[in-house]
């Protein structure tokens, strides 16, 4: 079954400096790009519906002026996520996690270090 997890080999500067001076990051994960997909048809769907109820000459201006408003307020929540995801990884640090330990269900290849 598929996770939707992609496997970090090399995780960014910003995120290294939060771990503490004796912690090795074993593995870093962060959600699989697909994820974002349902943000990205949402945005665009919003567009198509607001362009058929605002083009054309009916309507008033204030009804077009709440559509748009409507569209754009769910750009930045969309957008809001979208950076949220672009932002957000996690990892698995020593001590945390041991290879050899069967409380988690990570394979055991996500223990080896990259070099």
Known sequence: MYDFLVYITKLPATVITYLMPDEEVYVGVR???IVILWHVVLIL????GALAL?????GRSGFRLVIWLLFFVLVAWAGSRIIDWRLTYV????????P???RHDLPEEAFRAPR
């Open 91 to 98: 990892r698995a640090v020593s001590p945390a996690v041991v």
């Open 54 to 58: 605002t083009t054309g000459g009916t």
């Open 31 to 33: 959600m699989h790009p």
């Open 100 to 102: 050899g330990d069967t």
């Open 45 to 48: 769907a919003g567009l198509v």
